[in-house]
């Protein structure tokens, strides 16, 4: 009998298969009818065999990341995560994380620390590949260097995929403050919501002139992420931000602009960077686990895999992920 699409996944979150033979989620995603051409956006179609990749920046001997480095600079231009948060304090240490099936999505990542419980905000679509990100080692989340963009393989085929090609083709495609809402299907985090429906063109066009330079990445290299209960939720201070590089066409390469305005990059779409900035936090959160606590980095995997039929998780197919902009 062939094995369910949930079961194969449910296999992949607790590593006992590769991903290739890994499919999950319940919905697939409908976009708006010729929504990713009015965008400007190319569907991958017929050329999927190059869709992924995969990368790891080089450390030195303290376990510095080095972005600038050859072998990073001249394959990575897009989003790449790279550190590890802390807890605030000594008793935060080694928190318990578990997914309760009956909450919410967005809410329903439980967080056990001394004396309290507290909610992950982390939507389900995020969690899932992002699990995968983390278990697989890598940095690079996605690429676009040359003719067409490259998934980490957890994004290749999901929204939270999708939403990375947005967050990186910002400045190039059409009505980029509200690109998101060629998703016809609704989503908990994505296209229900009050914050779906924002736009501050100021915000977008600030953005968009910065990043009018050419090599630019979306990364977190050097923030202190230090996670810590408030009031109900799991506060996990740190963001992401821009940085535009200069490799000369070879490397190593050297940072010539940075663009770290919270208030504004969230303000140009909400919905879009909302996604990125919780990806950076969640995924500097699960590998301090995994380094630190790896019993409760377990733990976290096998309750996503126990429960991910509760999961809201969406899926497109390969054929119709975004490749290029037009």
Not at 115 to 144: C, K, M, N
Not at 179 to 194: I, K, Q
Not at 238 to 246: A, L, N, T
Not at 287 to 315: F, G, I, M, N
Request: proline fraction near 6%.
């Amino acid at each position: 009998m062939a094995m369910s699409l949930r079961l194969i996944t449910a296999v992949f979150l607790l590593g006992i298969v590769p991903f290739e033979f890994a499919s999950g989620g319940e919905t697939q995603i409908v976009f708006e009818k010729r929504g990713l051409e009015k965008l400007g956006i190319r569907p991958a179609g017929n050329r999927t065999r190059n869709l992924t990749f995969d990368h790891t920046a080089r450390r030195d001997v303290s376990g510095t990341p080095d972005l600038m480095a050859v072998e990073t600079i001249t394959v990575v231009g897009g989003v790449i995560f790279v550190e590890q948060a802390r807890p605030q304090l000594p008793k935060y240490a080694c928190p318990g994380f578990t997914v309760d099936p009956d909450g919410e999505s967005g809410r329903r990542l439980v967080v056990d620390l001394p004396g309290q419980r507290v909610a992950g905000t982390l939507y389900d679509w995020e969690l899932e590949p992002l699990i995968g990100f983390v278990r697989s080692g890598s940095d690079a989340l996605f690429t676009y260097m040359g003719v067409h963009g490259e998934y980490h393989r957890s994004f290749a085929g999901n929204l939270a995929g999708f939403n990375l090609f947005l967050i990186d083709t910002f400045r190039s495609v059409r009505r980029p403050e509200q690109a998101h809402r060629v998703v016809e299907t609704p989503v908990a985090g994505y296209t229900l919501g009050e914050a779906s429906d924002r736009v501050d063109k100021e915000a977008t066009r600030k953005l968009k002139r910065w990043m009018r330079r050419s090599h630019l990445m979306f990364t977190d290299v050097d923030v202190d992420f230090v996670f810590r209960p408030q009031g109900g939720d799991l506060l996990v201070e740190g963001d992401p931000y821009w940085i535009s590089v200069d490799s000369k066409g070879r490397g190593p390469g050297r940072i010539t602009g940075r663009f770290d305005n919270r208030a504004t990059t969230l303000a140009a779409n909400p919905v879009v960077f909302g996604s990125g900035f919780r990806l950076a936090k969640y995924a500097a959160v699960f590998r301090y686990l995994k380094a630190e606590c790896p019993d409760r980095w377990r733990a976290l995997r096998r309750s996503v895999a126990q429960h991910e039929r509760a999961l809201d998780v969406y899926t497109i197919p390969l054929r119709q992920m975004p490749y290029a902009v037009r």
